[in-house]
C-alpha cells in the first residue's frame, strides 16, 4: 500500500500512454467483482446451507474465511506490489479471485466453499492493495479527479446492486452463479490488465514485514475460530479458551514484532495520534455493528418470514440504496461540517435504526423492518466519505497508503469478529428458547435433549428435524423460528451499544487540529475540506 497518491513511481508517464483510460475500465471491473461479492453473498446464504447441508458455524466462516484473509493480506500484498509491480500484482489478484470464484461455484461440501473464500480474499487483497495506485500512477490533475471520481462510482453501485443480483441469481438459476458470474467478467479483465495497465514499482520499495504478518494472522485466525467455536460449545470450553489465550499472546508479539523491525506493517507510531484512532474506531464498529449483522438480517428474512431470495435482495435494497444516496451527500457535507460530526451523526443513526428492528416478532411483515433499514442505510452512508478522509487526512501523503490500509484491515477485522461473535450470541439464545419451547409443549425429554444438542452441535435444519414426529417437527420449526427472532433481538442490542461506544468515541477523539495541512484535508473554521487531489481517495471497503 506504500504506492499510493504523492510518492515517488516508476513506469511511463501519463502522457506516453495510448487509450489511457483502459486503465480505470481495468482497474474498475476488478474492484466492481470484488466489491459485489461482499454484498451479492449474503443473500445467497440460506440456499448455500440448505444445498451444502451447512450449519451456522459453516455460514459464519463462508463470510469471515473472506473478510479474514483480505485483513490479514491487505498490507503484506501493498508492499509485494510495490516491490515487484502493482500490475503485476493486481493481474495476479485477479487470476487468484477469479479461481477462487470458479471454485467456490463449484463447491461440493462447506469445507470446500470455505477454502475457496480463503482464495477469494487473498486475490482481492492484491486487488484492493494496488487499485488506487494503479489510477495515481496513470492519471494526474484534472484527469486523477475524474478517474477516482469514476472508480469510486463504481464501487459505490457495486455495493448497491449486491444484495438484488444475489437475489435474482439464486432465484433465477442457482446459488453457484453469484460466483460463476465472476470467471468471464475475470478473465476479461485480466486480459485488459495485462494489455493496457502500465506497471509501476515504488523506487525505493521496503521489504514485507513477514513477521507482523505472520503474528497478525495467527492471532486472527485464533480470535475467530475460538469465536465461532464458541457457539457450537461455550466460552467455557477448553478449545475456546486455548484459542482465546493464543489470540491474546499472539496479538502481544505482534505490538513486539511491530515495535522492533525497521519497517513495520503497522506503524504504531500512527496510534499516538488521536484522530488516527477515533477513525479507527469508528471503521471497527461500523463493521462489527451493521456489516457483521447482514448474515442475521438474510436469515430472519427467508428463515423466519419465508421470504425467497428475490424478496430478501429487494428488502436489503432499502439499505444499500439509502447508503448510496446518502454518501454522496456526506462528501459534499464534508466541506462544511467537522469530519468528527458526520460520523459521530452516521453512527448514532445506526445505532437508532438497529434499536427500530429489535423487538421484531415471528408474525410481523417485513414492513416492521422498514424504518430500521432506511435509518440503518441512512447512517451507513453518512459514515463512509469522511471516515475515509479523517484515516488519511491526518498523514502526510507518503504514508496515506499505510494509513488506508490499516483503517481497511480494522474494517474487515471487525467484519470477521463481529459475525463469529454475534454468532455466539445469537446460537446460545436460539438454543435457550427452543428447548423452553420443546419442554413447555410437554415433548419426551429424550426427544428434546436430541434435537438441542442437534442445534448446539451446528446441525442444518433438515438434520435437526429427521426422525422426528410430524407432531414434533412442527413444534420444532416453530421454535427453531421464534429462537432466531429472539436470538436476532438480542445481536441487535449488541451491536446497537458498538454502534452508539463509536459514536460517542468519534467526538472524543477526531480532533480538526489532527489533520495535515495539504495533504488529504485542508482545515478551515467550517471543519475539514477535501483538497481536489485527494477527494477521491475513498478506500474499496470503505466506498
Known amino acids: ?73 491487505l498490507l503484506t500484498t501493498g508492499s509485494l506490489a510495490d516491490l515487484y509491480g502493482r500490475r503485476r500484482l493486481f493481474a495476479g489478484g485477479l487470476a487468484v479471485f477469479t479461481l477462487g470464484s470458479l471454485l467456490c461455484g463449484t463447491a461440493t461440501d462447506p469445507l470446500f466453499l470455505i477454502v475457496a473464500r480463503c482464495g477469494q480474499g487473498v486475490g482481492g487483497a492484491a486487488m484492493l492493495a494496488t487499485s488506487l495506485a494503479l489510477l495515481a500512477q496513470a492519471y494526474q490533475g484534472k484527469d486523477r479527479a475524474v478517474a477516482f ?45 495485462l494489455r493496457r495497465v502500465p506497471e509501476s514499482k515504488d523506487p525505493a520499495p521496503r521489504r514485507p514485514d513477514w513477521l507482523g504478518f505472520l503474528s497478525f494472522t495467527a492471532a486472527l485466525v485464533a480470535l475467530v475460530l475460538g469465536l465461532i467455536r464458541a457457539s457450537q460449545t461455550s466460552f467455557a470450553n477448553p478449545v475456546v479458551l486455548a484459542c482465546l489465550v493464543a489470540a491474546g499472546g499472539l496479538a502481544l508479539v505482534f505490538v513486539a514484532v511491530e515495535q522492533r523491525v525497521p519497517h513495520p506493517m503497522f506503524d504504531l507510531g500512527l496510534f499516538r495520534v488521536p484522530t488516527f484512532d477515533g477513525a479507527l474506531l469508528a471503521s471497527f464498529a461500523i463493521s462489527a455493528s451493521f456489516y457483521s449483522l447482514l448474515l442475521y438480517l438474510v436469515l430472519y428474512l427467508q428463515d423466519a ?68 433499514f432506511l435509518l440503518v442505510g441512512l447512517g451507513n452512508g453518512i459514515v463512509n466519505p469522511p471516515l475515509a478522509q479523517a484515516a488519511m487526512g491526518v498523514v502526510p501523503p507518503s504514508r496515506a497508503g499505510m494509513a488506508s490500509g490499516i483503517n481497511n484491515t480494522f474494517r474487515q477485522t471487525g467484519i470477521a469478529a463481529g459475525v463469529a461473535a454475534l454468532g455466539t450470541i445469537f446460537a446460545d439464545r436460539e438454543r435457550a428458547v427452543l428447548a423452553r419451547a420443546l ?3 410437554h415433548l419426551p425429554s429424550t426427544v428434546v435433549g436430541r434435537v438441542v444438542a442437534l442445534v448446539k452441535a451446528g446441525a442444518p435444519p433438515r438434520q435437526v428435524l429427521a426422525g422426528l414426529s410430524a407432531h414434533a417437527a412442527g413444534l420444532t420449526t416453530i421454535g427453531l423460528r421464534r429462537g ?33 495541512a495539504g495533504s488529504h484535508l485542508e482545515v478551515s473554521a467550517e471543519g475539514s475540506r477535501p483538497t481536489a487531489e485527494h477527494a477521491g481517495q475513498v478506500a474499496p471497503a470503505e466506498a
Request: no cysteine; glycine share 14%.
Open 149 to 193: 471520481a469514476v472508480w469510486g462510482a463504481v464501487m459505490a453501485v457495486a455495493i448497491a446492486v449486491g444484495p438484488l443480483v444475489g437475489g435474482l441469481l439464486t432465484q433465477g438459476a442457482s446459488w453457484r452463479w453469484i460466483f460463476l458470474v465472476n470467471v468471464p467478467l475475470g478473465v476479461l479483465t485480466l486480459g485488459l490488465t
Open 484 to 516: 432466531l427472532v429472539v436470538g436476532l433481538d438480542d445481536i441487535l442490542r449488541v451491536s446497537l451499544v458498538v454502534a452508539a461506544l463509536g459514536a460517542l468515541g468519534t467526538i472524543g477523539l477526531i480532533r480538526n487540529r489532527d489533520f495535515v
Open 305 to 372: 418470514l419465508g421470504e425467497s431470495p428475490l424478496q430478501a435482495g429487494l428488502r436489503l435494497l432499502v439499505i444499500s440504496g439509502s447508503t448510496f444516496l446518502t454518501s454522496a451527500a456526506a462528501g459534499r457535507l464534508s466541506r462544511h461540517i467537522p469530519v468528527r460530526w458526520l460520523v459521530a451523526l452516521g453512527l448514532a443513526l445506526v445505532a437508532v435504526g438497529l434499536g427500530l428492528l429489535s423487538g421484531l416478532a415471528p408474525a410481523d411483515a417485513w414492513t416492521a423492518a422498514l424504518p430500521g
Open 1 to 73: 500500500m506504500e504506492g499510493t497518491p504523492g510518492q515517488g513511481t516508476t513506469g511511463p508517464g501519463p502522457g506516453q500512454q495510448q487509450g489511457k483510460w483502459w486503465s480505470l475500465v481495468a482497474v474498475s471491473g476488478g474492484m466492481f467483482m470484488l466489491l459485489l461479492d461482499i454484498t451479492i453473498v449474503a443473500v445467497a446464504l440460506p440456499a448455500i446451507q440448505r444445498q451444502l447441508h451447512a450449519s451456522l458455524a459453516d455460514l459464519q466462516w463462508v463470510v469471515d474465511a473472506y473478510a479474514m484473509t483480505l485483513a490479514a493480506l
Open 439 to 441: 419442554v413447555q409443549a
